[in-house]
């Protein structure tokens, strides 16, 4: 549970090693004895998370094995995770894939549907029921514009991030009244990890000000956003153009 003046004492990072997922724990208010887990594949990864977070100050962090490829125990991932009753889910996990090799490659067109939704979607249900359960929390949930309108550089990405925000969305009503809060994240093109070997695209941001705009988001109650926010008025546009227009457009 937030203290009196709303700084957070647990959070759960699920995509542990996540840029945007660190960055936008690092943004929140937190108490001196605040706990962090962070959930994820990779546990080197995560470990290297940890040990900066522990340097920072946070008095504990633990880690949870969590794998969206894998059929396996994902009830028992969100067990583990929750045993700090979060009162901050970031789901940040996402993996771009290579568009060319998924056209080739069913196996690569599914691992890309699988960690950006197919996966993820066990995890959104014990989430959202923990979250129910405590009656209080927010849940924090990275889309992408990508998601909004399909482009041929990474179109199977951007369809299960399509079905991902709709999942968020339809959790998000399903807890209406819950005292969970759910934030939907659509951000544009972000400097990280996951996009350093392309060219930036218009209006790119980075990890700070996804985090910056959440943290504001969170404080307002906001259900969705964009980062940054021109790219809500310039997707409604883009939303609306004939197929033929929208396929010429660069990028
Ligand atoms: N960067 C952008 O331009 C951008 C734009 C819009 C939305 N987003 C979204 O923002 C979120 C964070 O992205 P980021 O830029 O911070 O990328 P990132 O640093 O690459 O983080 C992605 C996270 O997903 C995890 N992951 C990869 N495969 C997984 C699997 N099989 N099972 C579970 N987790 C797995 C990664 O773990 P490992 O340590 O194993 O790699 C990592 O923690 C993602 O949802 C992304 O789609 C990013």
């Known amino acids: 549970m937030r203290d009196a003046v709303g ?5 759960l990072l699920v995509g542990g090693s996540s840029e945007i997922g660190l960055a936008i724990l690092r943004r929140l208010p937190r108490t001196d004895s605040a706990v962090v887990c962070l959930a994820g594949p990779d546990r080197p990864d995560m470990e290297r998370a940890a ?3 522990r ?3 946070i008095a504990r962090v633990e880690i949870v094995d969590f794998d969206a490829c894998t059929s396996g125990d994902h009830a028992g991932a969100v067990d583990a995770a929750f045993v700090d009753e979060p009162d901050v889910v970031i789901v940040a996990t996402g993996y771009l894939g290579d568009q060319q090799v998924a056209e080739r490659d069913p196996e690569a067109a599914t691992r890309i549907v699988d960690i950006n939704f197919r996966g993820l979607v066990p995890m959104l249900v014990g989430v959202g029921q923990r979250l129910r359960a405590q009656g209080h929390g927010t849940l ?3 889309s992408t514009v990508a998601g909004e309108r399909p482009r041929l550089a990474n179109y199977t990405y951007g369809a299960a991030k399509a079905g991902l925000d709709a999942f968020a969305r339809g959790l998000a009503a399903s807890l209406d009244g819950s005292g969970v ?3 939907v994240v659509r951000p544009g093109f972000v400097r990280t ?3 350093a070997h392309l060219k930036p695209a218009p209006l790119a941001t980075t990890p700070d000000k996804v985090a910056d705009a959440v943290a504001a988001a969170i404080e307002r109650g906001a259900r969705v956003i964009w980062v940054p926010g021109a790219l809500r008025w310039l997707m409604l546009v883009l939303r609306h153009l004939p197929e033929s227009v929208f396929r010429r457009l660069p990028g």
């Open 51 to 53: 040990a900066a977070l």
């Open 193 to 195: 990890r996951m996009t």
């Open 181 to 183: 809060h759910v934030l």
């Open 55 to 57: 340097s920072e100050g």
């Open 140 to 142: 924090v949930v990275m």
């Open 7 to 11: 700084r957070v004492q647990s959070v």
